[in-house]
């Protein structure tokens, strides 16, 4: 069976609601956790399709997360091969790097759920089952878009949301994964970046997974699923 390789960069940020339709399409899941599990040029190159997760740290942090740099690399060599490769958050940041582009904090970070806005290439895409559907946005980095790369989404604070490679690229800035369920897990890891940040509070990120995250869940799903079985 085909290897979906997963590198989880944090145990709450995984594939949530993405699982069901990457199993789906036939592919036998199999993670790696950033830091820990070694990551060999080989076994990047090798996996019939590399999802690179989110997680709390700067995509150009090597001096302190110096796996950073192999993820780059393994991004850098999967994407030029046109090997299929999906970026959420950090890994839509380490693709857009590993292609050249800036990566920097944005204007403000963007937490909560609500809705991108689609480009007219998102709208003829798999992403337009995302349109009007609350998501999960966690980030306070933002990626200018990769050369050659179409732009798909985009919010007031951050004009870059989403971009496609080809067909064999595609990078979320927010989390089109996130599904609600062991949402908890967020907020404990997060409390600190929560209880720094204006606006922003347990309680309400609570509620509003409890409401928007199965309807999130569903629309993701099924553009993800879109977007794969377009690769047959």
């Known amino acids: 069976m085909p290897i979906a390789l997963v590198i989880r960069h944090v145990a709450f ?15 036998t899941i199999q993670y790696r956790e950033a830091g820990l599990d ?5 076994d990047a190159q090798d996996a019939d399709l590399l999802v ?24 850098r060599a999967r994407l030029a091969a046109g090997a299929t490769t999906l970026g959420i958050c950090l890994g839509a940041q380490l693709m857009a790097a590993a292609l050249g582009a800036r990566v920097a904090p944005g204007p403000g970070k963007e937490i ?7 480009t007219d290439r998102g709208r003829a895409g798999p992403l337009r089952h995302l349109e009007h559907v609350p998501v999960l946005h966690w980030h306070g980095d933002a990626f200018d878009l990769p050369p050659g790369a179409d732009r798909l989404a985009a919010t007031r604070l951050c ?24 949402f908890e897990r967020w907020l404990i890891g997060h409390a600190v970046e929560i209880a720094a940040t204006p606006g922003v509070s347990v309680p309400a990120l609570r509620d509003d997974a409890r409401r ?7 629309a993701g799903r099924r553009c993800l699923g879109e977007w794969l079985g377009g690769l047959a």
């Not at 001096?63 to 950073?68: G, H, I, T």
């Not at 909560?112 to 689609?118: N, R």
């Open 159 to 182: 004009p870059h949301q989403a971009f496609a490679l080809g067909r064999h690229g595609l990078g979320f800035q927010f989390h089109p994964e996130a599904d609600g369920q062991g």
């Open 212 to 218: 928007l995250g199965p309807g999130a869940a569903e």
């Open 13 to 27: 940020e995984d594939l949530g609601a993405f699982a069901a339709p990457i199993a789906t399409a036939g592919y």
């Open 38 to 42: 070694e990551l060999t040029p080989e």
């Open 112 to 118: 909560g759920w609500a809705p991108v806005e689609l």
């Open 52 to 75: 690179v997760l989110g997680g709390p740290i700067g995509a150009d942090q090597d001096d302190l997360y110096p796996f950073l740099h192999g993820e780059r690399e393994a991004l």
